[in-house]
């Protein structure tokens, strides 16, 4: 009975975290995410700061048990066109790195301009290498 059950069920759960809340605000806002297989992004957000400029911050957590050994945050910024206006690598905290299980690792891009919404677009992208590959 319990098999049948957790059967008929597990589709509608994989369905239900396909389109998550947070990914369609993220998408609203220009921004999409790809974590690879080794973390997840998030509580992602844009703020802007003091001197007319934005940043993107966020988490990052890890997926599996293990810590987190190598790895950097990749980050482009394109414009509608899909000009890139800029792009590089960021710095996050190392909690991902020890064995604290579900420790996030804050991180913070500051962005060279204001974020004009519907203008730019930003893609971040965990690469699994280390930053010499």
Not at 46 to 69: F, H, K, M, W, Y
Request: with cysteine; glycine share 8%.
């Amino acid at each position: 009975m319990n098999k049948k059950l957790l059967a008929a069920l597990l589709p509608l759960l994989v369905v239900g975290c396909a389109a998550t809340p947070e990914k369609t605000a993220l998408q609203a806002q220009g921004i999409s995410t790809d974590g690879a297989s080794t973390v997840a992004f998030q509580n992602v957000h844009l703020e802007n700061t003091a001197s007319g400029t934005s940043q993107i911050c966020g988490n990052l957590e890890r997926i599996g048990r293990d810590p987190v050994r190598f790895g950097h945050l990749d980050y482009t910024v394109t414009d509608a066109s899909g000009k890139v206006l800029e792009s590089g690598k960021a710095n996050y905290s190392g909690a991902i790195k020890q064995r604290q299980p579900r420790t996030a690792s804050r991180f913070t891009i500051p962005l060279k301009q204001a974020w004009q919404l519907g203008l730019h677009h930003a893609t971040l992208v965990w690469d699994d290498k280390t930053h010499q590959q």
